[in-house]
């Protein structure tokens, strides 16, 4: 289990907006956060590993390693954040499971749960991270 | 869309997907794996391009849900990523009422299509619609 800090900008949710295709998303100081905002609170964690690094080459990890692919995502919403918030994301380990592929081998899918808790410590956001991967390239 | 078993909501979530937009949403989310912006790298690792990322492809179908439930009408969005989504693809995401539930809410089923008519998202979500 690991936890950072993530502050709820405002002019970080017009930018992911834009991106996510409100092309012309304007600055509102309270913004309400958008469905899958919080996906982006990975730029404030340190330990991220889709960013650049100035101690490790990047990308770190080729896809031939067997580190697999983004399979889904769900996120549970007790409430939606809003710009001027500072959450905290806890990081833990989710449920693990296996299925039958349809080229015939088995495939491991795996949970990374993230929790957004405000100051007074109450869940708004879980978010679960599914990965997928070929079990034959499972390396612990 | 109304709280009625069948009830859908059809919308345009990209005309034209760019590799501009694509490099924006590495921007924003912070996800700058290669597959998503470099064309080199994903050709020699197996794919024809770069392609989008499944949490833009996620973002955009949002904006469906964000049509019909309001800003913050949602509890629970769920999504697979089911097939690429390359440069140049149009999106339509297409939600349709499961079931209303006894206060009120109503959970709807997710199908986001590219221009083939290719399923390449298909979810879930819940939450309260704004015209409640």
């Known amino acids: 289990m690991r936890s950072f800090e993530f ?3 405002a002019g970080h949710i017009q930018e992911f907006k834009r991106a996510v295709g409100d092309h012309d998303a304007t600055f509102d100081p309270d913004a309400v956060a958008p469905p899958t905002f919080m996906v982006a609170a990975d730029r404030y964690d340190p330990d991220y590993d889709r960013r650049l690094r100035s101690d490790s080459p990047w ?4 896809p031939e390693s067997g580190s697999g692919f983004h399979a889904g995502m769900v996120f549970e ?5 809003k710009a001027g918030e500072v959450l905290t994301a806890t990081v833990t380990e989710g449920e693990e499971w296996f299925k039958q592929g349809r080229r015939g081998g088995q495939l ?5 749960v993230t929790t957004f808790a405000d100051t007074d410590g109450r869940p708004c956001v879980t978010a679960r991270w599914i990965n997928v991967r070929a079990a034959n390239e499972v390396r612990e | 869309m109304t709280p009625e078993v069948g009830s859908q909501h ?3 979530v990209a005309n034209g997907l760019t590799r501009t937009q694509l490099v924006a949403y590495a921007g924003a989310s912070g996800d700058f794996h290669p597959f998503h912006h470099d064309e080199i790298y994903a050709t020699t690792h197996g794919f024809d391009r770069l392609f989008a990322h499944g949490m ?4 955009v179908s949002g904006q469906a849900l964000v049509a019909v439930f309001g800003p913050d009408g949602l509890d629970r969005y769920g999504a697979d990523f089911l097939k690429p989504v390359w440069p140049g693809d149009t999106l339509t995401t297409e939600l349709t009422v499961a079931a209303v539930n006894s206060d009120g809410s109503v959970d709807v089923d997710i199908a986001t299509t590219d221009q083939h008519g290719t399923l390449v998202l298909r979810g879930t979500a819940a939450g309260r619609l704004a015209s409640d």
């Not at chain 1, 491991?108 to 990374?112: A, D, L, Q, T, Y």
């Not at chain 2, 833009?56 to 973002?59: A, F, I, K, S």
């Open chain 1, 77 to 81: 919403y007790h409430r939606h954040p």
């Open chain 2, 56 to 59: 833009l492809t996620m973002g």
């Open chain 1, 108 to 112: 491991r899918f795996r949970e990374i």
């Open chain 1, 7 to 9: 502050p709820v900008e």
């Open chain 2, 10 to 12: 059809r919308q345009v």
């Open chain 1, 59 to 62: 990308p770190p990890v080729a």
